[in-house]
């Protein structure tokens, strides 16, 4: 097969905060210290910048002073600044404002924003340094020679759902560089690949995720402040589960809403899709979305493990950046800021190496220096074993974050985490000998479309789209899941995707199949992380496809 | 010399020939001369309207076996062509005959071939082409390496036909004779035909009965298809229908399928997910039959029954029978 090639000197894989951070730090660095032009390349899957972001969003500008001084003048949509935080404990039917705010969750200085719109922004600031971005063009293998990694094949388009070639096909595109820079997300499917082929996780805890639903809501005006945070714990959530919601009043009476659950629970039936439901019925909430639009629907799991679930951060011939690299504070519910941060410095690592001729580990490993003596670690360090805390319940948990807030992280043995799908307990271990019916979610919520709403209406206000004559993206190993999937874990797949992608349906010989709606998909990656038997691979879909996150 | 082969179909030119002709007149500014070359049978006609072109030659190749498109004879009889003109660059629409023959003849010839080009320029005495890349992102600019002639295709539209310059007087004709190895043409042509119309077009009918999740089995959709009658209606369905293959995907209505605004529309058994709502809200009158009155196609329907289809519809079948 012919395939086109490209040769750079840079590719940055993923046009997110970190992607494009990097991007940016290059062309300065470019423009500051001059030298041979470098060729830089930045591929994405989405068809246009930002349509793939999606986050709470507060940003913490600390890097964006750093990487883009004067931004204020230059456009950024910084939305509002953050004007009062409170934060409340739900029961269900009351809340309990905490006294003080503890400093985690203080956010003076910083500033609610879209990320989506964020990110847009941040691209034309590189598209404006004349770098070229490659909007609709996923990254779906890592090149290699040896252990060394030279690039990035990019999906094929236009092939049929039995893997035949249509009249538009095109063979991916090899793109070859010195230095690869993965900025491939949460979960990212390219930086998975490193994990099994290079093994870069051996030396790391296991990383640890929560899967994240969010709303944007119209609401009355005068009903909320602008600038106003607002974050709960408790309700509906048990002791058993990890998580909590955020609301944020943007401009223009528009909220953010939005509920975290941590990817590590154990009732195989739980849904944190009808999770999310409860939480909007409490009064506290309906009283806030009473006469409210729902405006906008998304989902995306995030990296919670922090500091001790790095991955080996260089290989020969490339570097990780952002969410692919876990950069996210849990405590601080924020990783934007680290994300860039880390952009920058595998950008700064990268123009080193390439100047000295030498993108080996032995030159790219100083990423790792960089990091360890960068904002990054001085943030993330003594908050290391929180998530994995909370592993052992609310209380413990707690307590663990209050003495790691005190002491700095200092004196305090290191937890150990697990595969948050290995939390997952069997039906009969977790309900005993009742007899349970696995269709349903173990927390249903009623759906009344006003202000609850069921699966698939959510993927259609994600704006999600898919070809559907294209190969499945979802890589299932389907014999599990009608033979034990059922009576060991009552289809959690069914439950945890918050966009109805799995269904089980009658098989037409009395047993069930499963159904796989790869269209409805909205890249979340919360299958591929939750699945107990870890048969499901999340891949690219066709280049440009998925979720049209426009403003969350 | 630049060698335009121009295209022709039942001695109709298509007119991305006058397209490429204006390309080569580009390219060459006067300092080369241009032939263009047509094949087919009986092209006598077609020579003499491209020799209105400002162009040194008009090449007729006329051949029984050329009457009808085969890759094999047009590449047999180009490759005479090209051997006795001995061009530098020869010049093709980007049509999708060309697609077809066009690696052929160059491997036969072992030449370059530049495909899909958009513009043409002279830059250090070489000709370079430019040519999209990676759908267009980028402009690669091309110059062909090796010996020549090098095989060139004109992206349609990229230049204006309107642009190719007359001559003040008609070019010279030449008839060109080919010999044609009929034993090594591998393809043999059937009669042209129009692929059918697709069977259905739901956009085009004033009223439709779509099935949804309720009809249970497919066995059921009998009874819908009876309604459909009934109604003098197209039948069409909600997703899970086709998507367990009960009816092809050409019926489906909604977002991942067809948007219809019929004058009449009757639900039946589609519980209304806004995937489906939105292909078919626009119908001037909706009738809903569903069992569950929570149902969101209520929402939007003018008539809502709630009950069992399996009864609602001999009934409906019956009164409208009568």
């Given at each position: ?5 490209l040769e750079v000197d840079v590719l940055i894989v993923g046009a997110g905060p970190a992607g494009l951070s990097a991007a940016v730090r290059l062309a300065q660095l470019q423009k500051g210290k001059g030298g041979e032009a470098l060729s830089i390349a930045v591929i994405e899957k989405a068809p246009d910048a930002g349509r793939h972001q999606l986050s709470g969003a507060l940003l913490d500008p600390s890097t964006l002073k750093d990487l883009i001084p004067g931004y204020e003048s230059k456009g950024a949509p910084l ?474 | ?322």
């Amino acid at each position: 097969m012919n395939r086109e090639t490209l040769e750079v000197d840079v590719l940055i894989v993923g046009a997110g905060p970190a992607g494009l951070s990097a991007a940016v730090r290059l062309a300065q660095l470019q423009k500051g210290k001059g030298g041979e032009a470098l060729s830089i390349a930045v591929i994405e899957k989405a068809p246009d910048a930002g349509r793939h972001q999606l986050s709470g969003a507060l940003l913490d500008p600390s890097t964006l002073k750093d990487l883009i001084p004067g931004y204020e003048s230059k456009g950024a949509p910084l939305g509002t600044p953050v004007d009062n935080d409170n934060i409340y404990f739900l029961t269900e039917k009351s809340k309990f404002r905490l006294p003080i705010t503890p400093p985690p969750f203080q956010n003076h200085g910083n500033h609610i924003i879209s990320l989506s719109h964020f990110t847009k922004w941040l691209a034309s600031q590189v598209e404006a340094e004349g770098i070229d971005l490659f909007w609709g063009f996923p990254g779906q293998h890592v090149l290699y020679d040896g252990k060394r990694v030279i690039g990035v094949r990019t999906g094929d388009r236009g092939v049929d759902k039995h893997g035949k070639p249509k009249g538009a096909f095109e063979p991916g595109a090899d793109i070859h560089a010195k230095v690869t820079i993965f900025a491939d997300g949460v979960r990212g499917h390219l930086t998975r690949q490193l994990y099994r082929e290079l093994q870069i996780g051996s030396g790391a805890e296991p990383p640890q995720f929560a899967i994240g639903i969010k709303e944007l809501w119209d609401i009355p005006k005068d009903r909320l402040k602008p600038g106003t945070v607002i974050h709960t714990l408790g309700y509906p959530l048990r002791q058993e589960e990890f998580g909590g919601s955020w609301l944020y009043a943007m401009h223009d009476s528009r909220i953010s809403i939005g509920f975290v659950v941590g990817l590590e629970y154990r009732d195989p039936l739980f849904d944190p899709h009808a999770a999310f439901q409860h939480f909007k019925r409490h009064p506290f909430i309906s009283s806030i979305l009473e006469g409210a639009q729902l405006v906008r629907y998304g989902a995306k799991a995030l990296p919670e493990g922090g500091w001790n679930t790095q991955p080996q951060l260089f290989v020969d011939g490339a570097l990780i950046v952002g969410d692919a690299a876990n950069f996210v504070n849990s405590t601080r519910l924020k990783g934007i800021h680290l994300a860039m941060r880390s952009g920058m410095l595998a950008a700064e690592t990268a123009f080193d190496a390439l100047r000295a001729g030498d993108t080996s580990t032995k030159t790219l490993s100083t990423y790792k220096t960089r990091v360890d003596a960068s904002a990054i670690k001085t943030e993330l360090y003594p908050m290391r074993n929180v998530h994995q805390a909370f592993g052992g319940g609310l209380i413990a948990g707690s307590a663990y974050a209050g003495i790691a807030m005190f002491t700095n992280g200092r004196l305090l043995p290191d937890v150990s985490g697990h595969d948050g799908h290995h939390a997952m307990r069997r039906i009969d271990t977790y309900y005993g000998l009742d007899k349970r019916d696995d269709q349903v979610p173990s927390n249903a919520a009623p759906i009344d479309r006003k202000l609850t709403f069921d699966k698939v209406t959510g993927a259609h206000y994600s704006g999600t789209h898919h070809d559907e004559d294209q190969p499945v993206h979802l890589l299932v190993q389907t014999d599990v899941c009608h033979t034990i999937c059922g009576s060991e874990y009552g289809h959690p797949c069914v439950k945890f995707c918050p966009a109805n992608v799995y269904e089980m349906v009658d098989d037409g010989g009395g047993g069930k199949r499963l159904q796989i709606n790869a269209s409805n998909c909205v890249h979340c990656k919360t299958c591929d992380i939750m699945d107990p038997y870890q048969v499901i691979t999340w891949v690219a879909p066709e280049g440009g496809e998925g979720p049209s996150y426009d403003g969350m | 010399m630049i060698l335009v082969v121009a295209e022709q179909k039942d001695g109709k030119l298509n007119r991305a020939s006058w397209e490429t002709i204006a390309a080569a007149q580009q390219l060459s500014g006067g300092s080369m001369p241009i032939k263009v070359g047509v094949a087919g049978q009986n092209v006598a006609a077609v020579a003499n309207e491209l020799a209105q072109a400002a162009v040194a030659e008009v090449i007729a190749v006329d051949h029984a076996s050329l009457a009808h498109y085969t890759p094999d004879a047009f590449v047999q009889a180009l490759q005479q062509v090209i051997a006795e003109a001995k061009p530098v660059l020869v010049f093709f629409p980007h049509t999708y005959q060309t697609r077809d023959f066009s690696p052929t003849l160059a491997t036969r010839l072992d030449r370059a071939l530049v495909t899909d080009v958009i513009a043409v320029k002279q830059s250090g005495g070489a000709a370079t082409f430019a040519r999209p890349m990676f759908q267009g992102k980028l402009t690669a600019d091309v110059q062909p390496q090796g010996p020549t002639p090098h095989l060139v295709t004109i992206q349609i539209g990229a230049f204006r036909a309107d642009a190719a310059q007359r001559g003040a007087a008609a070019a010279p004709v030449k008839t060109h004779t080919v010999t044609i190895d009929e034993s090594k043409l591998r393809q043999k042509t059937e009669a042209p035909f129009q692929e059918a119309k697709q069977a259905v077009d739901l956009s085009q009918a004033e009223r439709i009965v779509a099935v949804g999740r309720g009809i249970k089995s497919q066995e059921n959709i009998a009874v819908a298809e009876q309604l459909a009658k009934a109604f003098g209606a197209e039948l069409a369905a909600s997703r899970p229908i086709c998507d367990n293959g009960w009816l092809p995907m050409e019926r489906q209505i909604g977002s991942s399928g067809q948007t219809v605004a019929p004058k009449l529309y009757v639900a039946l058994g589609i519980s209304g997910a806004i995937q489906h709502l939105v292909g078919m809200k626009g119908s001037r009158t909706i009738v809903a039959i569903n069992k569950d009155a929570e149902s969101p196609i209520f929402e939007v329907a003018d008539y809502g029954i709630q009950g069992d289809l399996f009864e609602l519809a001999p009934a409906i079948i019956a009164e409208l029978q009568k």
